[in-house]
């Protein structure tokens, strides 16, 4: 899972050290509330040690997310001793009823589940009152959860300073079997189109070449709210996908940026992206997360498509744009597969050609449905049917790029020291941050 701890030192102030752990939309969620910090005076600290507190956003989707982030939560309680925790395992119960963090350490200060920016700013004012400012603590306070839900302007970013994650909504109405998620996130909560809008204008005035979308179901922006029509710069907008992705790619040109999606379920209405990824407004980059294709274990797995579908889906969009990558993800040996259905997903993978394929071997995770399914499968059968996946899956990305040698691309540089004379590294459109590939660039 990815980690990331803020490490700036600011002296004569209490400081904070904050270690946010998980998926871009927790990074998202702990760069809201390092905003805050600073905006009220607290410094950051580079050590647990050295900090007069320690805020952890915790990961609780897998066994390993969750054993990482109690793992930090307990080195963080040994090294200082004062530990707030926020993020989904905040949100998890343990096997007694009880809340998870708190059963295995109970002298953590304070646990709150994801987003809640407010709630961890109370927590942190409990134990370590906020710096006294002349100049303005006689003004009225803004409540925290105001202003969490109103970023006109781009806050503190835990990403490099070229690209940076802009979450559109919360939450997700699908109930899969294997995902507890919705338990933790609550169901789907559409961010204000204008809001979004404002601060990715913000995200790209501050020099961000790469806006990476992100949300639990991207392309179900606007369902809760039927759509509606919001304004921005005096202008009405809808409040959906297609509508974001356009003013999101009017905004990114005027910087010569890129705008990336991520989490993009195949529902018919991502038709509607082609046409700006065919004329290279928006990167022709759709990160969807299959998880299987056999239409019995999709049922299992209450997904929301049918793999015949998704073949369909794949082959109308690679004729709308045929520069188009899809990456995604899928799991082997969910409960009850049986060897056909097996075989089933790996000739998808050969026909569908996904350009980036990752697969989990099934984990049980406390409190899905998926647990209590018959046919539960020996572990190193699905790490077997895991291993077997990748094979395939790296035959057909090898294979697609090797067409790509002796083709001119742009690349977005990661790296470079000295100005390049050292060689760096990049990536392409095809490439997103920390989940595909590279490009290296040689002295």
């Known amino acids: 899972m990815a980690s990331e701890t803020l490490s700036a030192d600011v002296s004569n102030t209490p400081t904070v050290a904050f270690v946010s752990l998980g998926c871009p939309k927790a990074l998202t969620d702990s760069e809201l509330i390092v905003t805050q910090l600073r905006a009220e005076g607290y410094g950051t600290s580079k050590t647990f040690a050295g900090a007069d507190l320690v805020i952890v956003n915790t990961c609780g989707f897998i066994d390993e997310a969750v054993k990482e982030s109690l793992d930090t939560i307990g ?15 905040g949100a998890k119960a343990g096997s007694d009823g009880g809340n998870l963090v708190q059963g295995v350490h109970p002298k953590v200060l304070a646990v709150t589940g994801p987003h809640a920016a407010a709630e961890v700013m109370a927590a942190v004012h409990r134990h370590v009152p906020k710096p006294h400012d002349p100049f303005v603590d006689l003004v009225p306070e803004v409540r925290a959860e105001v202003r969490a839900e109103f970023r006109g302007i ?37 961010r204000p189109i204008g809001d979004v809008l404002d601060e990715a204008r913000a995200l790209f005035d501050n020099g961000v070449k790469e806006l990476l979308v992100v949300s639990q179901d991207t392309s179900a922006y606007g369902v809760d709210v039927k759509y509606r029509t919001g304004f921005w710069d005096g202008r009405p907008v809808k409040t959906r996908l297609a509508d974001l992705a356009e003013k999101l790619a009017e ?9 990336r999606l991520h989490y993009v379920y195949p529902y018919p209405s991502v038709d ?14 759709l990160d969807v997360p299959f998880q299987h294709s056999h239409p019995e274990v999709l049922k299992r797995m209450k997904r929301p498509a049918s793999g015949e579908k998704n073949l369909e889906r794949l082959q109308r969009w690679r004729t709308a744009c045929p520069e188009i990558v899809v990456r995604s993800t899928f799991i082997a040996g969910f409960p009850g597969e049986t060897d056909e259905e097996f075989e089933h997903l790996l000739g ?24 209590e399914l018959p046919g539960q499968l020996p572990q190193a059968l699905r790490e077997e049917r895991r291993t077997r996946f990748m094979a395939v899956a790296e035959e057909v990305s090898a294979a697609k790029l090797a067409r790509r040698v002796g083709a001119e691309m742009q690349v977005l540089v990661d790296h470079a020291p ?26």
């Open 75 to 89: 080195e963080a309680l040994a090294e200082n001793g004062r530990v707030i925790v926020t993020g989904c395992l």
């Open 154 to 190: 781009a806050g503190i970013k835990l990403t490099p300073r070229h690209y940076a994650y802009l979450k559109i909504s919360e939450g997700c109405n699908h109930r899969c079997t294997f995902c507890i998620i919705p338990s933790m996130r609550g169901d789907l909560v559409s």
């Open 251 to 259: 905004l990114a040109a005027a910087h010569g940026a890129w705008v």
């Open 272 to 285: 509607d992206l082609l046409p700006l990824m065919a004329d290279g407004r928006v990167l022709p980059y």
């Open 348 to 371: 998808f993978m050969r026909e569908a050609q996904i350009d980036r394929a990752g697969c989990f071997a099934y984990s049980p995770v406390q409190g899905a449905a998926a647990n």
């Open 418 to 443: 000295a100005l390049g004379r050292q060689g760096g590294r990049g990536r392409s459109y095809a490439d997103a941050p920390e989940i595909d590939g590279t490009v290296r660039l040689l002295p």
